[in-house]
């Protein structure tokens, strides 16, 4: 009966109200499929990802021999420094040198040794090593890190001219044919700038800088957060003998013309030079202050630099007539307030009293008179 008088009380229900509680639950069932498509097609691609992942490992495995992979799991990984597996940066960096070796060496020996890509390598000497299998998990994201932190590493490297300061070395990388560069690479832990040049400019040329490189004289860039520095080293005859000490590295080392090289992206004056449009994408941006650089030092011609040279004599001898000046008078026994006793324009002063007690400092202003005058006269 309470149930009865209960329902009899009620309102009927609005028909607005009712046409909203629909139109909710059909969004929320609608919403709730869409999830569920999306989740289902999210699982599938991940399958199909680990799939792929699994077949490029066994496709690896096969191109690659079990014994290979030891051999290079035991140069480069397991007896590595125990800190080296501490970061996941520098694994890669020892499965890069394991990378380089295998292609210098193990399909040198053999060339039934398929080329494969460094991340298809990488995968595969991660999986195949016990110490690092553990990274095939998120093998994907670790290496996209890996290739961005070696963006920012800084590159040193040598802009080498000749003796004119016309001829420009360039190197062609070995991956490309039309790819041409300064030669130049990334510093290593702990490197100095100007060793980490000579060492890159002698593995990719066979060329020693140092007795030419200045360390105050390069040209720096910084592209995309990563120092780019080449120094400046000029003199370096025509006809000396480049050899790259590196395999699989440098295809070809050339001298380019200065008067050649392009100054705007439009400039067909290399390809008129060579017959063919070379990629100097990493030589154009140094261009620029590479031709001032030139200029500023073929400003100082022959003729300037004897006159130079001219100018330096004469100050020079001023110089040693004011000491034998002041040299006279202090053998007179005359006072002098100041003397030069040497070209840094070290003042010193006499007095009366300090004559007889400075005969050494005299016979040192005489000796540098006669010196002065010797090399005047010769």
Same mark, same amino acid.
């Given at each position: 009966?309470?149930?009865?008088?209960?329902?009899?009380?009620?309102?009927?229900?609005?028909?607005?109200?009712?046409?909203?509680?629909?139109?909710?639950?059909?969004?929320?069932?609608?919403?709730?499929?869409?999830?569920?498509?999306?989740?289902?097609?999210?699982?599938?691609?991940?399958?199909?990802?680990?799939?792929?992942?699994?077949?490029?490992?066994?496709?690896?495995?096969?191109?690659?021999?079990?014994?290979?992979?030891?051999?290079?799991?035991?140069?480069?990984?397991?007896?590595?420094?125990? !800190?080296?597996?501490?970061?996941?940066?520098?694994?890669?960096?020892?499965?890069?040198?394991?990378?380089?070796?295998?292609?210098?060496? %193990?399909?040198?020996?053999?060339?039934?040794?398929?080329?494969?890509?460094?991340?298809?390598?990488?995968?595969?000497?991660?999986? @195949?090593?016990?110490?690092?299998?553990?990274?095939?998990?998120?093998?994907?994201? %670790?290496?996209?890190?890996?290739?961005?932190?070696?963006?920012?590493?800084?590159?040193?490297?040598?802009?080498?001219?000749?003796?004119?300061?016309? @001829?420009?070395?360039?190197?062609?990388?070995?991956?490309?044919?039309?790819?041409?560069?300064?030669?130049?690479?990334?510093?290593?832990?702990?490197?100095?700038?100007?060793?980490?040049?000579?060492?890159?400019?002698?593995?990719?040329?066979?060329?020693?800088?140092?007795?030419?490189?200045?360390? !105050?004289?390069?040209? !720096?860039?910084?592209?995309?957060?990563?120092?780019?520095?080449?120094?400046?080293?000029?003199?370096?005859?025509?006809?000396?003998?480049?050899?790259?000490?590196?395999?699989? !590295?440098?295809?070809?080392?050339?001298?380019?013309?200065?008067?050649?090289?392009?100054? @705007?992206?439009?400039?067909?004056?290399?390809?008129?030079?060579?017959? /063919?449009?070379?990629?100097?994408?990493?030589?154009?941006?140094?261009?620029?202050?590479?031709?001032?650089?030139?200029?500023? %030092?073929?400003?100082?011609?022959?003729?300037?630099?004897?006159?130079?040279?001219?100018?330096?004599?004469?100050?020079?001898?001023?110089?040693?007539?004011?000491?034998?000046?002041?040299?006279?008078?202090?053998?007179?026994?005359?006072?002098?307030?100041?003397?030069?006793?040497?070209?840094?324009?070290?003042?010193?002063?006499?007095?009366?009293?300090?004559?007889?007690?400075?005969?050494? /400092?005299?016979?040192?202003?005489?000796?540098?008179?006669?010196?002065?005058?010797?090399?005047?006269? @010769?």
């Amino acid at each position: 009966r309470n149930i009865k008088l209960l329902l009899f009380s009620l309102k009927p229900p609005n028909t607005t109200d009712v046409c909203n509680g629909f139109i909710i639950l059909s969004l929320v069932f609608s919403s709730f499929n869409i999830f569920l498509v999306w989740f289902t097609l999210y699982l599938s691609d991940m399958e199909s990802s680990e799939q792929s992942q699994l077949q490029k490992a066994s496709y690896i495995e096969k191109t690659i021999p079990s014994y290979v992979l030891d051999d290079l799991s035991s140069r480069f990984i397991i007896n590595s420094r125990p !800190e080296d597996f501490k970061s996941i940066i520098r694994i890669f960096f020892l499965v890069e040198n394991a990378f380089w070796f295998y292609l210098d060496f %193990h399909r040198v020996e053999n060339p039934q040794l398929k080329e494969c890509t460094l991340k298809e390598f990488a995968y595969s000497l991660i999986s @195949h090593c016990p110490q690092i299998k553990q990274f095939t998990s998120e093998f994907d994201k %670790h290496f996209d890190a890996w290739k961005q932190y070696k963006r920012t590493i800084a590159t040193c490297g040598a802009i080498i001219l000749d003796k004119d300061l016309k @001829h420009v070395l360039l190197v062609q990388s070995f991956t490309s044919k039309n790819s041409w560069g300064f030669p130049k690479g990334k510093i290593n832990q702990n490197e100095a700038l100007l060793d980490c040049a000579a060492r890159e400019v002698l593995e990719e040329t066979g060329f020693d800088i140092m007795p030419y490189a200045d360390p !105050e004289e390069y040209l !720096e860039k910084c592209t995309n957060e990563q120092i780019n520095r080449l120094y400046i080293v000029a003199g370096v005859p025509l006809k000396t003998n480049f050899q790259p000490k590196t395999r699989r !590295e440098i295809r070809d080392i050339q001298w380019f013309p200065m008067d050649a090289l392009p100054t @705007h992206r439009g400039d067909q004056t290399l390809k008129e030079a060579v017959g /063919q449009n070379l990629n100097l994408y990493t030589v154009t941006p140094f261009l620029k202050s590479l031709r001032m650089w030139i200029k500023n %030092h073929q400003a100082e011609t022959p003729s300037s630099k004897r006159k130079n040279r001219q100018k330096q004599q004469a100050q020079f001898a001023q110089q040693a007539q004011n000491q034998y000046q002041e040299f006279m008078q202090l053998k007179k026994g005359k006072s002098v307030t100041k003397t030069l006793i040497s070209q840094r324009s070290t003042s010193v002063r006499y007095s009366r009293e300090l004559q007889e007690k400075n005969t050494k /400092q005299v016979g040192t202003v005489y000796v540098l008179f006669s010196s002065s005058m010797y090399y005047i006269n @010769h």
